[in-house]
């Protein structure tokens, strides 16, 4: 039987990102960071350090990134869930380099308090919101832009052997993917990843 308050559906948009001009905001899930890099504008155009490892570990982010991932995508193309189970399990820093995204983790870590809960944000080339997602989440996007290119940083290699997902419609999530479903276009393989607590152990 499944408890219901446990595994409810969570999302917090990040509508008051930075209120006191921090650069990472805390989300309701443990671990789980929005981080909103400096931006210096002006009449040429625009800079800023999309990464420091001493601004991470200055939030105790100690994690060593080994490999960067891109992806272009058009509208309507729905990526997800993905995760890595041990030894190969990945944190993953994911943004947005073109375009528009809805951009869900669900945390699957087991023990947790929060376990089976989800947290969507947008995240596109104008708020230039980057999330953080430890290990032990299941993550995936929606493309809401014409086109748009995702690019992410993992702190682990990609093993096939070690790969699993969750079905990006599952009834127990109930994910507001922003979008109709039956409209989206989804991998066939993501489309026959089992509903949480089927799925592989992270």
């Known amino acids: 039987m499944v408890d219901g308050g446990r595994w409810a559906a969570l999302h917090r948009p990040p509508s008051t990102v930075n209120p006191t001009n921090m650069p990472f905001h805390k989300t309701d899930i443990e671990g789980l960071l929005l981080f909103q890099p400096r931006v210096?504008?002006?009449?040429?155009?625009?800079?800023?350090?999309?990464?420091?490892?001493?601004?991470?570990?200055?939030?105790g982010i100690e994690t060593s990134f080994v490999q960067?991932?891109?992806?272009?995508?058009?509208?309507?193309?729905?990526?997800?869930?993905?995760?890595?189970?041990?030894p190969f399990s990945?944190?993953?820093?994911?943004?947005?380099?073109?375009?528009?995204?809805?951009d869900v983790a669900v945390d699957i870590r087991e023990g947790s308090p929060?376990?089976?809960?989800?947290?969507?944000?947008?995240?596109?080339?104008s708020n230039k919101l980057q999330l953080f997602v430890p290990r032990g989440f299941a993550h995936g996007y929606v493309v809401l832009s014409e086109t748009a290119v995702f690019f992410y940083k993992c702190d682990n290699f990609y093993s096939k052997a070690h790969e699993g997902g969750i079905q990006p419609d599952c009834?127990?999530?109930?994910?507001?993917?922003?979008?109709?479903?039956?409209?989206?276009t989804i991998a066939e393989r993501d489309k026959s990843f089992p509903s949480i607590g089927g799925h592989r152990k992270s």
């Open 40 to 59: 210096f504008e002006d009449d040429r155009g625009y800079f800023f350090e999309s990464y420091n490892e001493n601004i991470f570990k200055e939030e």
């Open 90 to 102: 990945q944190a993953k820093l994911v943004r947005v380099l073109q375009g528009e995204v809805f």
């Open 114 to 125: 929060t376990f089976g809960q989800w947290y969507g944000c947008i995240l596109s080339e």
């Open 68 to 86: 960067d991932n891109q992806a272009f995508s058009g509208r309507g193309v729905l990526r997800g869930l993905h995760y890595q189970v041990p």
């Open 171 to 184: 009834p127990v999530l109930n994910i507001d993917w922003q979008i109709d479903l039956e409209k989206a």
